[in-house]
């Protein structure tokens, strides 16, 4: 079972059952690890705050309605932090809800994939494994945005692969809605809170409950500006002198083009889901489980309409958390996983966009 990583210049896609030394041609190359080493998944888990904030709740002192909320993006509520609540705290929580259902597993690597740091320095990732129990283990962030789980299980994936790491903790936790600005009626009511987990390990085979089988991963920072937080960075800093007063309040709030960040969204992720589809040799037809980032209702059904998988194939929850970032599709799958629409031999297929701009897929068949 090798394993190729084939580069494009859209994008680079691991894929299966290839041949050792081929070349094909002007910027594709293929590389193998020494070892047949599979990565599994084998646990999975989520959380979400209390607060929960409907569309009613939210348009009020917005130039919008819960109707025209609904209809343009899916969604009817998310979940909101309170009383000091912050990513790292999400974190823990969603690392907990792996761990109690992954019990004698020693991990040794935690990611955390996060856009709303608690803090600019250190990274959060070593304090979410100290609060878990995990001991002196290596603990690292990424930044990835929207993309983050996806570019987290591809990194989890080489960790194995090289013998780095033997079982990697891979956590998606945000609190997001502290960087939005409370009276932005374009971005105010899409995102929500919360935390999502996957446990991966270096595995035979046929093991754990997932199999991870192909990748693609992309970006266009030419396009970086279309969503973005601008303060708070070295460039803010620098620009204004070290004068933290005199950076304007809309700085430290996300912005965003709307209508570009669709067409952009929906462009790339046909693209790298098509890209990973026929590495796998798989038809639009013969996926189970289409499982796209939770950014927007519409966005997902044109991926899905112009990839051609069946609009019945695709998972949602956007409904009821929005827009959670890096958190939205390890919930999501949790989610999926704890009701049982997972059987033996389904294919699957992850696909995010976000900030960047980043892009990426990986095909997973369930055991």
């Known amino acids: ?22 070349r094909l041609g002007a910027g594709v190359r293929l590389y193998w690890p020494l070892e047949r080493t599979v990565t599994a998944l084998v646990g ?12 009613e709740e939210i348009s009020v002192g917005l130039d919008t309605s819960p109707e025209w909320i609904e209809a343009r993006t899916g969604i009817r509520e998310r979940r909101f932090v309170s009383d000091g609540l912050s990513t790292v705290d999400i974190a823990v929580k969603a690392g907990e809800s792996v761990l109690d259902r992954a019990k004698g597993i020693a991990i040794d690597t935690l990611i955390l994939a996060t856009t709303s740091p608690d803090r600019t320095c250190p990274a959060g990732a070593p304090e979410v494994a100290a609060r878990l ?16 789980f996806v570019y987290g299980t ?41 935390g999502g987990a996957a446990l991966f390990v270096a595995d035979g085979p046929g093991q754990g409950f997932g199999e991870l089988v192909a990748f693609d991963l992309g970006s266009d920072g030419e396009k970086a500006d279309l969503l973005a937080v601008d303060a708070g960075g070295s460039r803010q800093r620098s620009r204004m002198a070290h004068d933290l007063a005199a950076t304007p309040r809309e700085d430290f709030f996300l912005h965003m083009d709307g209508r570009a960040i669709y067409t952009q969204a929906v462009a790339r992720m046909t693209e790298s889901a098509s890209r990973v589809m026929a590495a796998c040799n798989w038809s639009p037809e013969s996926i189970q489980h289409f499982v796209g980032h939770q950014a927007n209702r519409r966005i997902l059904e044109a991926v899905a309409y112009e990839t051609g998988i069946p609009p019945s194939r695709m998972a949602l929850n956007i409904q009821h958390y929005g827009n959670t970032l890096a958190a939205s599709i390890p919930a999501l799958l949790h989610e999926l996983h704890e009701s049982n629409a997972f059987k033996a031999g389904d294919r699957i297929l992850v696909s995010a966009f976000g900030a960047g701009l980043s892009w990426g897929t990986f095909a997973m068949i369930w055991n």
């Open 44 to 55: 999975l888990g989520s959380w979400f705050p209390s607060l929960r904030i409907s569309n």
């Open 1 to 22: 079972m090798l394993t190729t990583l084939v580069s494009l210049s859209a994008g680079a896609v691991h894929s299966r059952n290839q041949r050792l030394d081929l």
């Open 154 to 194: 591809a990194i989890a994936n080489g960790l194995i692969r090289a013998g780095t790491s033997k079982a990697v903790l891979l956590i998606g936790a945000e609190a997001f809605s502290t960087f939005v600005n409370p009276l932005d009626r374009t971005t105010r009511p899409i995102f929500g809170d919360g």
């Open 133 to 148: 129990n995990l001991g002196n283990i290596s603990a690292f962030d990424i930044t990835s945005a929207c993309s983050g």
